[in-house]
């Protein structure tokens, strides 16, 4: 079986290849020339290079995630705030699970069992756009959440732009680690 | 199908569970996980017998710790249980594999040049992905022994599931499947076993883990006695996200004398040790959703 893997080589954690948003990417490069290159401890290091692999990148996203969902369905429940606070992150997580389900389903359906997490992604951060752009446009506490989920995004497109111009760099860099 | 058999797909052993899991790892995007694993984690400390069972284990692991302390960390066991499950079918499903440590790595490249050993491991951190990755990347032939799944349509669906690379014997037939193992570690082969809790019906030997009298499958120590090969303590700890250290400890050898009920003990003994260790140390790894001291019942 052939895995793609970094073997021996703790730098290797901050591969860009091994995150998904490219601000973590650009971050991940950042530190990459910094990292040490031998292994110390422990005796032996195999990394996988999978653009999911970051532990950090993807808490601080579902974090992310559930705070503006929740925010948005605090700021629509008819309760007082610190009620509709604490309804609001149970209800969040199920408010995410729909979709999930609802998209999984659909596409099983249509194109066959097997790995949608690209398309439900897609889907998901579609959904979540049209959310923000709506609650952006109110006049509830909740727009500062969706204001910063567009600041968010803005930042991401920029570090995306600083990525594409450091390609060369990047891949000289991934290529020197990665075996 | 009667109402009692569409009903059992829903219990907690039940074949949906495995199911609803395949799907979420072959839909959920990566950056929503971390709510759904801990949405679930919750879900399943509704689950009265598995929390009681986790929380009167750490009662013994953590003397004289508070009943609700006992009942975070046991949302922590069912945390971690529910990354590692998932961790699993990623693999099974998509090839895609976490980060490994190791730690006593000449144990276990001894372990691999030999010809044939055992590798005792306990239900913990994620002894499945470890043993299936290990048998891809092995140049051994590995056969894992596990009991098989209590829900008929549960063990049909993890069967039809299985990949081809790592053969899983399971532990019903204990006359053939002695032979059999006896047989793959002839050949050069290692066999992977469980020693830290008996299922079912197989033999079981002595022991005792933090103080307590227990027992542990006797089937490991007999196979090593027989096939004179050493039994490697090895764990499969879960550090954090797609992330595992794999732990090897000095193997322990079996010595014939005349009295087979004191090798026998020596080898237990220096097996409790080792699990006594790691268990104290992951206490949120160990995944033993039952009462493990029987006699603690009330």
């Known amino acids: ?179 | 199908m009667t109402r009692s058999v569409w009903w059992r797909r829903f219990f907690v052993r039940g074949v949906f569970w495995r199911q609803l899991l395949r799907f979420a790892v072959l839909n959920v995007p990566p950056w929503i996980e971390p709510i759904v694993m801990a949405f679930w984690s919750t879900f399943f400390l509704v689950w009265g017998p598995g929390r009681r069972g986790v929380m009167r284990n750490l009662k013994v692991i953590k003397p004289g710790s508070l009943a609700i302390t006992n009942v975070f960390r046991c949302y922590r066991v069912f945390w971690n249980y529910a990354w590692t499950i998932a961790d699993n079918v990623r693999f099974k499903e998509l090839r895609t594999i976490p980060d490994w440590e190791f730690t006593g790595r000449e144990y276990f490249e001894e372990m691999q040049t030999r010809q044939g050993a055992i590798l005792l491991t306990a239900h913990m951190g994620s002894y499945d992905l470890g043993a299936h990755l290990f048998s891809e990347t092995s140049t051994r032939r590995i056969v894992m022994v596990r009991a098989p799944e209590a829900d008929p349509q549960t063990r049909e669906y993890e069967e039809h599931h299985s990949t081809d690379s790592l053969r899983i014997a399971f532990n019903t037939r204990a006359t053939e499947l002695a032979l059999d193992l006896l047989e793959t570690i002839r050949e050069g082969g290692i066999v992977a076993i469980q020693g830290d809790r008996v299922t079912g019906s197989i033999s079981s030997l002595p022991a005792r883990l933090f103080g307590k009298p227990t027992t542990v499958p006797a089937g490991p120590f007999a196979l090593a006695l027989a096939a004179r090969v050493p039994i490697y303590p090895v764990f499969v700890v879960r550090l954090g996200r797609r992330r595992y250290r794999l732990m090897t400890s000095r193997p322990i050898e079996i010595t014939r004398s005349r009295n087979r009920d004191d090798d026998f003990a020596r080898a237990i003994e220096q097996w409790m040790a080792e699990l006594e260790r790691v268990v104290q140390e992951c206490w949120f790894q160990w995944f033993t959703f039952e009462p493990y001291w029987q006699e603690q019942a009330p």
């Open chain 1, 1 to 179: 079986m052939m895995l793609n893997v970094a073997i021996d080589r703790p730098d290797a954690r901050w591969l860009p290849s091994r995150h998904r948003f490219a601000v973590a990417r650009l971050i991940g490069y950042t530190r990459l020339g910094r990292a040490r290159s031998a292994v110390e401890r422990p005796e032996h290091l195999i990394l996988s290079i999978d653009r999911d692999q970051t532990a950090g990148e993807m808490h601080l996203a579902a974090f992310w995630v559930i705070a503006t969902v929740a925010c948005y369905i605090a700021a629509s429940l008819p309760f007082a705030l610190p009620l509709s606070i604490v309804l609001s992150v149970p209800l969040a997580a199920i408010a995410i699970h729909l979709p999930v389900v609802l998209a999984g389903l659909t596409l099983r359906a249509l194109t066959g069992d097997g790995d949608h997490i690209k398309l439900v992604s897609v889907m998901m951060m579609t959904l979540l756009l049209i959310a923000s752009s709506y609650v952006a446009t109110t006049r509830s506490w909740a727009r500062y959440a969706a204001w910063l989920f567009f600041a968010i995004l803005l930042l991401n497109g920029v570090a995306a732009i600083i990525l594409w111009l450091l390609r060369g760099a990047i891949q000289e860099a991934e290529e020197r680690c990665a075996r």
